[in-house]
């Protein structure tokens, strides 16, 4: 069974404080990982996507892969409260994708 | 942008009706998705489908059935609905010329009584 694991959380930051999310997969064929946020009764939008080891950086987001230790992480630098939400890892080859159960973030002013 | 509708909100049914869920795609994508969410277990795949026609099983397909006539449109069918049943519905479509990512409808909430 190919797995996805996030911290259930929550993720307690103080807004302007760094806040790191984490993600461990299974499948050491995974090609593909998303980041999707998720706000209470909404629908996953996504954040960003990352294929290469290393950092990808887009505004105050960060992803960082590690194939090696098939970890995935988040930073969100300068969190706002309205970063507050349901932090979703998804992890795939072509066409499928698993998702984690999510991280719950909560920035707090 | 991607839009990608799901028809209905907010449904409510009983158990043993059949219930349809539609979700309609505008970016000509050829992959399309039906998850479940579930508080704690995260999105779990029912069906996808990579074609007009295509169906294939994703992880909990049981007690579900998909169809897909036209490329832009993909229904959840759930024949006789159980109150196990009762869950948030989300369509997502795949730009598979790109970056692979998916994009949600709005979701469909349903409760089987």
């Known amino acids: 069974q190919k797995e996805v694991e996030q911290n259930s959380g929550p993720l307690s930051v103080p807004e302007g404080a760094i806040a790191s999310l984490n993600c461990t997969y299974s499948d050491r064929g995974s090609q593909s990982f998303f980041w999707y946020r998720q706000y209470s009764g909404k629908s996953p939008e996504l954040i960003m996507f990352i294929y290469s080891n290393g950092d990808k950086e887009d505004g105050r987001f960060t992803a960082q892969l590690n194939k090696a230790s098939q970890y995935v992480s988040l930073l969100i630098r300068d969190s706002q409260p309205s970063d507050s939400a349901t932090y979703l890892c998804?992890?795939?080859?072509?066409?499928?994708?698993?998702f984690g159960a999510g991280t719950r973030l909560a920035v707090h002013p | 942008d991607v839009k990608v509708t799901q028809s209905s909100r907010y449904l409510v049914k009983r158990t043993g009706e059949k219930v349809f869920l539609e979700c309609v795609q505008d970016m000509d994508h050829e992959n399309m998705f039906w998850y479940r969410q579930d508080p704690g277990l995260g999105l779990r795949l029912i069906y996808f489908?990579?074609?007009?026609?295509?169906?294939e099983k994703g992880d909990i397909p049981e007690g579900y059935s998909v169809s897909r006539e036209k490329k832009e449109r993909f229904s959840l069918i759930l024949e006789s609905a159980s109150t196990n049943q009762t869950s948030m519905y989300l369509c997502?479509?795949?730009?598979?010329?790109?970056?692979?990512?998916?994009?949600f409808g709005a979701g469909s909430r349903l409760t089987v009584l």
């Open positions: 998804a992890v795939g080859g072509y066409n499928k994708l698993i």
């Open positions: 997502a479509s795949q730009d598979v010329s790109g970056a692979n990512v998916l994009t």
């Open positions: 489908s990579y074609d007009v026609k295509m169906k």
